[in-house]
């Protein structure tokens, strides 16, 4: 199966095509494809535990990635950041691209 890196950067506060970026993850991940949903910009919104979207918390499949200077940039301490999502780095997508994943910016 292929590998996947997503990058959001929308929040999905802000507009309502997020959950069906969300859903696209979802989907590939539940067709046995290897999937990585990456936060950038304003994606990082929804990264909080108490104000996580039930969408984004219930990829289980996926792995989240959280930029951190988009965290930092928005106030958002590594702490108040959700145990299911990692916070990482901008060379995360350089990382993905040069392994030969098929990347998408949503």
Known sequence: MSQ???????SP??????????QLASDLAESGHEV?????ENG??????????PELANLSLVKILADKFSLEERGIESSEVNYSIQVSNISS??????QG??????
């Open 4 to 10: 996947y890196f997503l990058i959001e950067s929308k």
């Open 13 to 22: 506060f802000e507009s309502t095509e997020v959950m069906y970026d969300y």
């Open 36 to 40: 990585t949903l990456f936060l950038v």
């Open 44 to 53: 990082v919104l929804a990264t909080r535990s108490s104000i996580i979207p």
């Open 93 to 98: 997508v350089a990382d993905a691209m040069g």
């Open 101 to 106: 994943q098929k990347t998408l910016w949503l």
